[in-house]
């Protein structure tokens, strides 16, 4: 027997050497194709997410113009004619009085003098910041506020507003137009968002003026500790990988800051969700090539 093994020593030995040449060779090849695989996996996410963040992006900037266009067109009115039946005026524009909850208009003191809900005037906005950075000239163009609770209809909103003059051009008032959270980021609904999954307009410093979260909407989160504040410094579009601020969750971002407001639109899916179905195939791929 031991004059048959060495004999057949050398086949012996190049039939194990094609062997583990081949094992080696399968494994190199499944390697390559998961990593092929987990690329191309989360590129088609980072994609997904860069075209919903550019959805987000001209969604608030034309919410915000049909906002401004609002408060331009009672502004005229009210210079011009010295009044403005206001409900009146927005149901014979253009505009799409659907995305605002209100319209209101007041004096140099801060008392609302007209309004699309007509049992508001003479409440007092004085206290409020948007009044306050137009009264002190701080802001003397369109100033977008961070979400508030309304006095009238107890829900969120975030005010946009302008200064309008008198004809020797102190101040005589404000116009505001107040938008709800959701109407930013509720057209996500039919999105097929997993539970994860976060579209959100926040502002450069960091509070969230909107947040979806899958089904749950929410505003007015602290995230300046985020990375993404270090990524916008370094461009005002891309991508990135990091934690949740908020929750923790390891999440592939994209984001884009917006050319003419201080808002930026990020969206983003948690790795978990994104790489779900390529770890179902990665686990598959790998148990058969262990039995070849």
Not at 39 to 49: E, G, K, S, Y
Not at 99 to 115: N, P, Y
Not at 123 to 148: A, C, E
Not at 235 to 246: R, S
Request: proline residues 4%; hydrophobic residues 40%.
């Amino acid at each position: 027997m031991l004059t048959n093994f060495k004999k057949n020593r050398g086949v012996l030995i190049g039939t194990g050497s094609f062997c583990l040449l081949l094992i080696i060779l399968i494994w190199s090849s499944l390697q390559k194709q998961l990593r092929t695989d987990r690329a191309d996996t989360v590129n088609a996410a980072v994609q997904r997410n860069s075209n919903l963040a550019v959805a987000l992006e001209q969604y608030a900037i034309r919410t915000i113009q049909n906002a401004d266009a609002v408060i331009q067109l009672v502004k005229k009115e009210w210079t011009v004619h010295g009044r403005a039946d206001l409900p009146e005026l927005l149901n014979d524009s253009t505009v799409q009085n659907e995305l605002f909850t209100m319209v209101s208009i007041t004096d140099r003191e801060g008392t609302v003098i007209g309004s699309t809900y007509r049992d508001v005037a003479g409440m007092n906005v004085s206290d409020r910041m948007y009044f306050d950075v137009h009264k002190r000239g701080v802001q003397t163009g369109l100033y977008i506020g961070k979400p508030i609770i309304s006095r009238v209809f107890g829900r969120a909103a975030i005010p946009v507003s302008r200064r309008y003059d008198m004809p020797d051009g102190s101040f005589a008032g404000i116009i505001i137009v107040l938008i709800e959270p959701p109407t930013f980021t509720s057209f996500y609904a039919k999105a097929n968002l997993h539970p994860n999954d976060i579209v959100s307009l926040v502002a450069l410093d960091g509070i969230t003026f909107a947040r979806r979260t899958g089904n749950r909407e929410s505003f007015g989160e602290n995230i300046s500790k985020s990375p993404l504040y270090a990524h916008v410094r370094k461009q005002p579009v891309g991508n990135y990988f990091a934690k949740d601020a908020i929750r923790g969750i390891p999440t592939f971002f994209s984001y884009r800051k917006l050319p003419t407001y201080d808002m930026i639109a990020t969206v983003g899916t948690a790795e978990a969700d994104v790489l779900a179905d390529f770890n179902r195939r990665a686990r598959k791929d790998t148990i058969g090539a262990a039995i070849i």
